[in-house]
T-cell receptor, first 111, second 114 residues
């Protein structure tokens, strides 16, 4: 079955720096890769996603890149702010829109 | 439009007890899912449903059962609670089709088995 690995598990940056989180997936049939942000005690919230026919997508300070050949995709956050502190999850889509999630990255942005 | 509603928000169970976690959505989504999230971990798929009367196992189905008698409701049943089932449970739904794959998550049920 699909396996999604996510790195790093924790990431600490200074406010204003960039943060990069990387994920790899195993199922070449996966065609949709969302990223979710989860604040403490809250439900996951979709922040950006990318489909397999696109190599890069940007939305203000966040961007996602996809390398289908290597089966990896990455989340890039520029000009980080303290409110970016949260746990971030990547996921890969399988049939019937099932999402297989990575284990998460705890991002801490220090003022 | 309430989205996905989960009840209860919190529950403490004793080992061996049973309970049903409720999930309802009002968006007419055919696809519904149950995930569990252990502390500091990602979400693991327990069961999913592609429509009324159709359910299937996910990654970690043991110890759980589901039913889908209507499009709106997708309850998750724990028959003999075990400490390993202590977790936060999220229900989610998504539309069918190819234009929007995005999930709508419920607010979660925090379950502790003692």
């Amino acid at each position: 079955g699909e396996n999604v690995e996510q790195h790093p598990s924790t990431l600490s940056v200074q406010e204003g720096d960039s943060a990069v989180i990387k994920c790899t997936y195993s199922d070449s049939a996966s065609n949709y890769f969302p990223w979710y942000k989860q604040e403490l005690g809250k439900r996951p919230q979709l922040i950006i996603d990318i489909r397999s026919n696109v190599g890069e997508k940007k939305d203000q300070r966040i961007a996602v890149t996809l390398n289908k050949t290597a089966k990896h995709f990455s989340l890039h956050i520029t000009e980080t702010q303290p409110e970016d502190s949260a746990v971030y999850f990547c996921a890969a889509r399988r049939g019937y829109n099932k999402l297989i999630f990575g284990a998460g990255t705890r991002l801490a942005v220090h003022p | 439009n309430a989205g996905v509603t989960q009840t209860p928000k919190f529950r403490i169970l004793k080992i061996g007890q049973s309970m049903t976690l409720q999930c309802a959505q009002d968006m007419n989504h055919n696809y519904m899912y149950w995930y569990r999230q252990d502390p500091g971990m990602g979400l693991k798929l327990i069961y999913y449903s592609v429509g009324a009367g159709i359910t299937d196992k996910g990654e970690v189905p043991n110890g759980y059962n589901v039913s889908r008698s209507t499009t709106e409701d997708f309850p998750l049943r724990l028959e003999l609670a075990a400490p390993s089932q202590t977790s936060v449970y999220f229900c989610a739904s998504s539309p069918t089709g190819t234009t929007n794959y995005g999930y709508t998550f419920g607010s979660g049920t925090r379950l502790t088995v003692v």
